[in-house]
């Protein structure tokens, strides 16, 4: 069945650093790709999507481009902030399935001043 | 405009016990979802409400956890017997398309 693999975390990093979060899919077809944030005390809210391959999703600084031939929709940023502490999951949803919805196990971001 | 809302924020309740969990979603959205997460673990799905349809209840883990949906609308979880084991966070998510809306969740704790 369908799979998400995410980086293990947690990750600390000072600001303006540069920031990775790895994230490789198992599926069949083309699904569609998630990051998904969660900020301290806050349910978790979509940061970016991209639907097909090549398609990249931006949103507040980050960055992710769906690559079908690594299987991969890792999560970048150039220079992160202290606001940006959260914890991060990468989510797929099945071609052929609309509750098809697939978490990874998410990962915790703490950017220090 | 009012997002997914969930009650209790936080229950605690004894081992055995039966508990409800509410779900709130966005008005006019068609799909709800209910899912666990565990401590240090990802977002397990529980079961799913599309429209009219009858749910999809493959996530549920045992026979003493089960869903409805009233009129389209409002949600509850039931979890009878309560466990420890069945101690974490409960989250709601509804949408329209592709992307979840989800509510702050239900921590449950049992003793």
């Known amino acids: 069945g369908n799979s998400v693999t995410q980086m293990e975390g947690p990750v600390t990093l000072s600001e303006e650093a540069f920031l990775t979060i790895n994230c490789t899919y198992t599926?069949?077809?083309?699904?569609?790709l998630f990051w998904y944030v969660q900020y301290p005390g806050e349910g978790l809210q979509l940061l970016l999507k991209a639907t097909k391959a090549d398609d990249k999703g931006s949103n507040k600084g980050f960055e992710a481009t769906y690559r079908k031939e690594t299987t991969s929709f890792h999560l970048e940023k150039g220079s992160v902030q202290v606001s940006d502490s959260a914890v991060y999951f990468c989510?797929?949803?099945?071609?052929?399935?609309?509750?098809?919805?697939?978490f990874g196990a998410g990962t915790r971001l703490t950017v220090k001043p | 405009g009012a997002g997914v809302s969930q009650s209790p924020s936080n229950k605690v309740t004894e081992k055995g016990k039966d508990v409800e969990l509410r779900c709130d979603p966005i008005s006019g959205h068609t799909a709800l979802y209910w899912y666990r997460q565990s401590l240090g673990q990802g977002l397990e799905f529980l079961i799913y409400?599309?429209?009219?349809?009858?749910?999809?209840k493959s996530g549920l883990p045992s026979d003493r956890f089960s869903a409805e949906r009233t009129g389209g609308s409002v949600s509850t979880l039931t979890i009878q017997r309560t466990q420890q084991e069945d101690s974490a966070v409960y989250l709601c998510?509804?949408?329209?398309?592709?992307?979840?809306?989800f509510g702050p969740g239900t921590r449950l704790t049992v003793l």
């Open positions: 409400f599309q429209g009219n349809s009858a749910p999809d």
């Open positions: 998510a509804s949408s329209l398309a592709d992307t979840q809306y």
């Open positions: 989510a797929l949803r099945g071609m052929y399935n609309n509750n098809d919805m697939r």
């Open positions: 599926a069949t077809g083309y699904p569609s």
